[in-house]
DNA sequence: CGGTTAATTGACGTGAGTCAATCTCCGTGG
DNA sequence: CCACGGAGATTGACTCACGTCAATTAACCG
């Protein structure tokens, strides 16, 4: 059903990004491609990786494309928690908890290396810096959700939607897949509206602001930040959260 | 300056706790015990156990009281992101980044153990059960965070303080900080509103609702929580995501 | 060319914020 | 014993950012 995936190097953005957190031996490298290698797979746009209620067992690593983690409440209502990236692992530590308290769903098609259980401890065991830097990954996730909060819980709605924009830039830059200042950007207004805790009508009329004040193009999944600078100065926007700069 | 720290067993809360996780070992409850009888220290209400942007070199294991962590704007804005309580952990991992990006302030006095990281990675290799239940610890951390997210983005007001004591109420039930119906409730209006993205006037007017319904009773730092089905269905309340059942 | 999903607009309603005054505790010092 | 001061809780009046509803347009796809 699916092609085979044989794309050149297809673990790049994972080692650039655990490299930015810890400076990864050639052993450490050499053992996660080949734990790549044995649990490739493939997702489609909307499908779910994983559903809330789930027993986990395994954890994902993203190769390639978009994702987000998101709740539901009985009502439907929707809140988008975070986005994963190419280079970002599910649960690198969730499957110490036996369900998911959460979904994630793929935004487009997304290559991904499941790893189980046992496989993953034996790659933590083997490798110091693996494993330092997986737990890195983790800690950062959870800065990230923090500052979520703090967003939701404290900026208006223009700065907000600026503010993950911001993120989304900073995060993309270091796995290459920031090109000049565009990068793809497939997130409809409906996710931005549900990651942000706003109204999908809201959210459009904020992306208009934002667009009539010169920041941003956003059109045809492809976003442009003309002045991050400004930008970032709108969102109240300080990367520190991210812990991007190595540390000693 | 401090009394000196004697009560009858300090470590109890965390032990009851990580107990809740995984089940320790005798062995890993003694070396918990002995590495929190050599870190102990005191915090007063209003103190910071941490500031954004310190260097971080030791994790906080929380023996009494309770703490909040929260991010400040630029501009004074506050968000509480998480409160602390007793058997938590401050950062069981944070100290893999370099530096707090977040506050951890008291709410009242604190009793608490510092352990420095190479004792706290010594503890942590010298025993499996004890390992693991403070990863888990760290997860249900994170689960909680992005509920948090899900509260603020996606409730009402009404729902949103209701989720928050559903949410403490089920955090203080398994450290045995709940008597009857009843517990301590240290948390000011004001630190409501910075825990829930609401301002004071709100906060009050929403508490007052839910006296009015007869749900709580808030008074002189006690709550009361008369029916807690009601307010969990009022605040569409799942403990779920506190992972709190032990599983094999 | 229909059918669908996403983006956009306008009109209107409201939940929650802001401002500012008042009230209630408390602890402190005279 | 009481005036004083400060923190927290409470109220009322008013405002507004953001939500809701509903219709329209644009983009895409077989």
Redesign the interface.
């Known amino acids: 059903m699916h092609p085979p995936i044989l794309e050149g190097n297809l673990a790049q953005p994972v080692i650039r990004r655990l490299n930015a957190m810890r400076q990864l031996s050639e052993r450490g490298i050499a053992l996660l491609q080949q734990a790549i290698q044995d649990g490739l797979h493939r997702a489609r746009p909307g499908e779910d990786l994983a559903t809330e209620?789930d027993p986990v067992d395994s954890v994902r690593i993203i190769l390639s494309g978009w994702l987000c983690?998101y709740?539901t409440?009985?009502?439907g209502?929707?809140?988008i928690?975070?986005f994963v990236l190419p280079g970002d692992s599910c649960d690198a530590?969730?499957y110490?908890?036996?369900?998911m308290?959460?979904s994630i769903g793929a935004l487009t098609p997304v290559t991904y290396a499941d790893i189980k259980r046992p496989a993953f401890e034996q790659l933590l065991a083997s490798d110091r810096s693996l494993e330092?830097a997986l737990?890195?990954e983790?800690?950062?996730?959870?800065?990230i959700?923090?500052?979520?909060?703090?967003n939701?819980?404290?900026?208006v709605a223009l700065e907000r939607v600026a503010h993950l924009l911001c993120e989304l830039y900073e995060r993309l830059l270091p796995i290459g897949m920031i090109d000049g200042d565009s990068c793809l950007f497939p997130v409809t207004q409906m996710d931005l509206a549900?990651a942000?805790?706003l109204s999908v009508v809201h959210v459009n009329r904020t992306l208009q602001e934002l667009r009539g004040s010169g920041l941003i193009v956003l059109r045809d999944r492809m976003l442009t930040i003309n002045d991050l600078k400004l930008l970032k100065d709108t969102a109240?926007f300080s990367a520190?959260?991210l812990?991007t700069k190595r540390?000693?």
Do not use: F, P
């Open positions: 209620g983690r709740k409440l009985a009502d209502r929707r809140q928690v975070n530590c969730v110490l908890l036996s369900v308290d959460h330092e737990w890195c983790t800690m950062v996730s959870s800065a959700q923090r500052e979520w909060t703090v939701i819980g404290r900026r549900d942000t805790g109240l520190d959260y812990h540390h000693g």
